[in-house]
């Protein structure tokens, strides 16, 4: 209910059935009334007292007041049929009245007053002359700064008919980028706020008239300058035709050169290769550096194929400041197919060491190798008598089975120590040739 709401005056028909004495009361429906309407007696005979009476045809006419069930109905008019047949049946039918209607649904249909300050701007007069005519505008966003950013396209839209700025995403195909196609929606955008604050937000849902000094308008959109929008630079670089010959009729602008964009070239990120960690060889931490699911190194096959089961093996002493380590001796061997080496120590009763399996097989890089640099041992760094570092031990080669003394011989070319000696030792014959021929 309304404060302005006293009573209420409702508007009912009754209908009064001469077949059978029944009657029907129905009310009109009224929108946005708030009351239930409708039907408001069923038809049946209406009990006129507590008598057993009911309603005749004679107890009705215009201009008196009927009780039904507690409700009080004031039969103010009648059709042409009813007051026909009250005066053929000798009945003097009233006058009719006039039908009364409620205050408040007529004071809801009174149209609302609005008081409007007149303005010197006449806002109709600019949308009925730049109705549907838009300035669109080809503008940069350099969001490089930040970390992920990139230089994004847009489009702003400058809607003639109100004042009202849109700016548009441009998406490209496979562009990773959700399909949004509005960064900015259709609105007016502050230019200069009046004595704004430094915790004032530069983006609000509403701002009014009181908080902005100036808003922006076509002017303030130039091709070749940069416009802030919401805390955003948007650098424009060109526009349609439509845009031109406008800004050439109504502000005698003619130069329109569009500006080239050029995409800052991506800034080089060295690549910075981690220490070795300790696990694997060298080639498989390097591996985990290129990418994120590691293939493993590859392999010389025709390496594998030509040196098949081809097997150098020395014996080793290890190189120890504890005596009981010196006595230890261990057998070296070098796979050639892959230039992996493994160690094994023989057992010896009541030494007190338990032999076996000293180093499994695994490729063995020379001191001072890095992933990005490694170098491993390969047979010309076997030698009798030469040292190797085997994770922090090192071993001394102290003699060789006679296979690996036959592979010297057949490849001398790859052992430089062996190569030298064999020098010498061609020199030393020729010399004692010399000396036989003098004699």
């Avoid at 396209?153 to 548009?168: K, N, S």
């Avoid at 025709?302 to 057998?331: C, G, H, T």
Wanted: proline share 6%; hydrophobic share 30%.
């Amino acid at each position: 209910l309304s404060a302005e709401e006293h009573y209420r005056i409702r508007q009912v028909c009754i209908y009064y059935y001469l077949e059978d004495d029944s009657m029907y009361v129905i009310e009109p429906v009224v929108q946005n009334s708030g009351i239930p309407q409708g039907k408001h007696i069923r038809r049946h005979r209406v009990p006129k007292n507590d008598r057993g009476e009911h309603y005749h045809w004679k107890d009705l006419n215009r201009g008196i007041n009927i009780t039904m069930y507690g409700r009080t109905y004031r039969i103010v008019d009648c059709d042409r049929f009813t007051q026909e047949f009250l005066e053929s049946q000798g009945i003097e039918v009233n006058p009719p009245e006039k039908m009364a209607f409620d205050p408040y649904t007529e004071l809801r249909q009174m149209p609302v007053r609005k008081y409007i300050t007149p303005s010197d701007f006449d806002q109709l007069k600019q949308f009925l002359t730049y109705d549907k005519q838009v300035l669109r505008f080809y503008a940069m966003w350099d969001d490089t700064n930040s970390i992920f950013g990139e230089n994004r396209p847009y489009v702003i839209h400058y809607y003639l008919a109100d004042d009202t700025v849109e700016v548009r995403e441009v998406h490209k195909q496979n562009d990773g980028r959700d399909p949004f196609p509005v960064l900015i929606r259709r609105q007016r955008i502050p230019k200069t706020f009046v004595d704004k604050q430094k915790t004032f937000p530069t983006c609000v849902m509403e701002i009014s008239d009181q908080e902005v000094l100036e808003w922006y308008t076509a002017k303030d959109f130039a091709v070749g300058k940069s416009t802030n929008l919401l805390g955003r630079d948007f650098f424009i670089y060109d526009c349609d035709e439509f845009t031109r010959n406008f800004y050439r009729d109504k502000f005698g602008i003619t130069d329109f050169q569009p500006v080239e964009i050029k995409k800052k070239p991506p800034e080089e990120v060295q690549q910075i290769i981690p220490p070795y960690n300790g696990f694997g060889i060298l080639e498989d931490t390097l591996q985990n550096c290129f990418s994120l699911f590691p293939k493993p190194p590859r392999k010389d096959v025709i390496k594998m194929l030509e040196n098949d089961n081809k097997v150098l093996r020395y014996q080793v002493a290890l190189e120890s400041p504890n005596p009981e380590d010196r006595k230890r001796r261990f057998i070296l061997s070098y796979f050639l197919s892959n230039d992996m080496i493994s160690i094994y120590e023989p057992p010896v009763r009541n030494s007190g060491i338990i032999g076996g399996k000293y180093l499994r097989k695994t490729r063995v890089a020379k001191p001072g190798s890095t992933t990005e640099n490694a170098k491993y041992y390969g047979p010309s760094d076997l030698t009798i008598g030469s040292t190797i570092e085997v994770f922090g031990h090192r071993f001394v080669i102290t003699d060789a089975d006679e296979y690996v003394l036959n592979y010297m011989e057949s490849n001398a070319g790859s052992f430089p120590a062996l190569k030298t000696e064999l020098h010498l030792q061609v020199q030393d014959e020729v010399t004692c040739c010399v000396f036989r021929n003098t004699a």
